[in-house]
């Protein structure tokens, strides 16, 4: 049974940093294309970005590129996100997932981000 | 990038009704790479439909895809209570990945 759980939310100040963690059961994430996609208080779902299944190729939304990195520990089945020059409007539930290719087949349930002087 | 464009934002319908969901592309979607999500309240999206037409593991055959291009449908037939969610469309693609905005469909 596949499951992805995230961790390391929180409430932060605008300019720090976060990092993200999901970490994966059930399946080996260095097989398949992961992602992170957020979605805003209220909002629609937004892709955040993606990591290749061979962790080489890394891609992102223009909003979080430059600020934000996609990566993972094949050790320990787990994909992170590092965010840095954190804004209020990155305030969201950040969902990791994952599948082959770059179908999101699989989802964790979510952590809240909260940026807020 | 391809903005996806979802129409109804709301679809109000009774118990055994069909429900028919539009998304329609800005450019072509490659190789059919797209996907539609049922999402409830609290919850993490849910895969329904990948590769425009092809129903996810566990997915009621009530649930269908079709569509190619820049056109795409979700239809879902016989609706039930537990079918009130809002829906995502997605292409998977093109970098960016993008999402439509999303439908809701209310049970009345």
């Known amino acids: 049974q596949v499951q992805l759980v995230e961790s390391g939310g929180g409430v932060v100040q605008p300019g720090t940093s976060l990092r993200l963690s999901c970490a994966a059961s059930?399946?080996?994430?260095?097989?398949?294309?992961m992602h992170w996609v957020r979605q805003a208080p209220g909002k629609g779902l937004e892709w955040v970005a993606l990591?290749?299944?061979?962790?080489?190729?890394?891609y992102y939304a223009d909003s979080v590129r430059g600020r934000f990195t996609i990566s993972r520990d094949n050790s320990k089945n787990t994909l992170y996100l590092q965010m840095n020059s954190l804004r209020v409007d990155d305030t969201a539930v950040y969902y990791c997932?994952?599948?082959?290719?770059?179908?999101?087949?699989?989802w964790g349930q979510g952590i809240l981000v909260t940026v807020s002087s | 990038e391809r903005v996806l464009t979802q129409s109804p934002g709301t679809l109000s319908l009774s118990p055994g009704e069909r429900a028919t969901l539009s998304c329609r592309a800005s450019?072509?979607?490659?190789?059919?790479?797209f996907a539609w999500f049922q999402q409830k309240p609290g919850q993490a999206p849910r895969l329904l439909i990948y590769?425009?037409?092809s129903r996810a593991t566990g997915i009621p055959d009530r649930f269908s895809g079709s569509g190619s291009g820049t056109d795409f449908t979700l239809t879902i037939n016989r609706l039930e209570p537990e079918d009130s969610a809002v829906y995502y469309c997605?292409?998977?693609?093109?970098?960016?990945?993008?999402f439509g905005g999303g439908t809701k469909v209310e049970i009345k």
């Open positions: 450019q072509t979607i490659g190789n059919n790479y």
């Open positions: 990591l290749r299944y061979d962790g080489e190729n890394k």
């Open positions: 997932a994952g599948g082959s290719g770059w179908l999101s087949r699989y």
């Open positions: 590769d425009a037409s």
């Open positions: 997605q292409q998977y693609a093109h970098s960016p990945l993008t």
């Open positions: 059930g399946f080996t994430l260095s097989s398949y294309g």
